[in-house]
């Protein structure tokens, strides 16, 4: 399967994902230190990363080709990223240029965008990454934008399965979990699509004021009708966390003040409570593991000793990353393309 693009998981049918996790897993097992000899990957980061930004660089020197990384943080020119501005502030290079120049440089472009968090509608719809979109000619995979995180998603698909956690009758737990900031929806929202997708029965679990958006519940629930799955949503979490396999933690703003800090700010300040700890597993299945992207405050989403114990599978979903951004990058730039 040829790629262009890989920008959301719901652009492919299940098949197409499993094989891309069955490409990584012979990646994994079978190196090909050749396969992108002599090829470029131009990585763009527009906010901070640690997984992403090293996992790309190493997947590309794994097989045989080479990366280079830009990010406003670098000596360059600054970066605008708005529309229709008189540039007589501090920067002095706009994505409009800058996204193709780089892109001219690399034989694919990945790019790490950034949710405004302002107005809803505009982070349902992309709008940032939308735009930067338009600019790229080359094969382009989206490292995270204001509603999607493919490659996290295709990661966690694979560490599910190997640990072989069911997929038909496998509980997924999304939750929210505790943050002093509003943080995107990006993870949420890809989270969900991946394991309703994947076939699970998902609930997510949230706090009144903070209810997934009704356009990425119905999309989900499109993939579960199609994966044998279901979706459902509850402000009730022992009854969520009831024969769990998977606890997956998520810190994300209020859907009902999105964009107004202040009243997120307020509406979370007494919910520290959900903070996962080792009684949230009190009725999940005794093998139910913990998960989450990363990178995640100790002591404020979850406890030192739920990170520290059997249960925590993070660093296996981190290495992960690697190994399915490989499979996306053979399928666009290797023998696979
Ligand atoms: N999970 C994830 O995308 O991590 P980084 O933000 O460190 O890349």
């Known amino acids: ?9 719901a652009d492919f049918q299940i098949p197409e994902v499993e094989a891309l996790i069955r490409l990584a897993t012979r990646l994994q097992q079978h190196p090909e230190p050749q396969a992108l000899a002599g090829k470029v990957l131009a990585l763009l980061f527009l ?4 997984r992403t930004l090293s996992s790309f660089q190493a997947a590309m020197i794994r097989l045989g080709g080479g990366s280079f990384v830009i990010s406003p943080d670098m000596s360059i020119h600054g970066l605008e990223t708005r529309s229709g501005i008189v540039m007589d502030g501090v920067a002095a290079e706009h994505l409009r240029e800058a996204i193709p120049v780089i892109s001219s440089y690399g034989d694919a472009l990945g790019i790490r965008a950034f949710a405004n968090r302002a107005k809803l509608e505009d982070d349902l719809a992309d709008r940032e990454y939308a735009v930067m979109r338009t600019l790229v000619k080359k094969p382009l995979i989206n490292m995270e934008s204001a509603i999607q995180h493919p490659c996290q998603s295709l990661a966690d698909w694979k560490t599910m399965d190997e640990l072989k956690v069911p997929r038909k009758g496998g509980k997924f737990v999304l939750s929210w979990a505790w943050h002093p900031k509003a943080l995107p929806l990006a993870v949420p929202s890809a989270t969900l699509h991946m394991a309703a997708m994947r076939g699970m029965d998902v609930t997510v679990v949230r706090p009144e004021g903070f209810e997934l958006p ?6 989900a629930r499109k993939a579960a009708t199609q994966s044998g799955g279901s979706v459902r949503e509850t402000a009730d979490r022992r009854e969520a966390l009831e024969g769990a396999h998977i606890i997956y ?27 996962v700890d080792d009684p949230w597993f009190t009725t999940t299945r005794p093998d139910c593991r913990f998960m989450h992207c990363l990178p995640v405050r100790r002591g404020v989403a979850v406890t030192d ?18 190994w399915g951004q490989m499979a996306v990058l053979y399928q666009m730039m290797g023998p696979g393309a």
């Open 249 to 275: 933690a998520k810190e994300w703003s209020s859907t009902r003040h999105y964009g107004d800090r202040v009243a997120d700010a307020k509406l979370r300040e007494e919910l520290q409570d959900w903070r």
């Open 305 to 322: 000793r739920v990170l520290d114990g059997p249960r925590s599978v993070v660093v296996h979903e981190a290495e992960n990353r690697m």
């Open 47 to 50: 906010s901070p990363s640690l």
């Open 1 to 9: 399967m040829p790629l262009k693009e890989f920008n959301d998981l």
């Open 214 to 219: 009704q356009a990425i519940m119905d999309k």
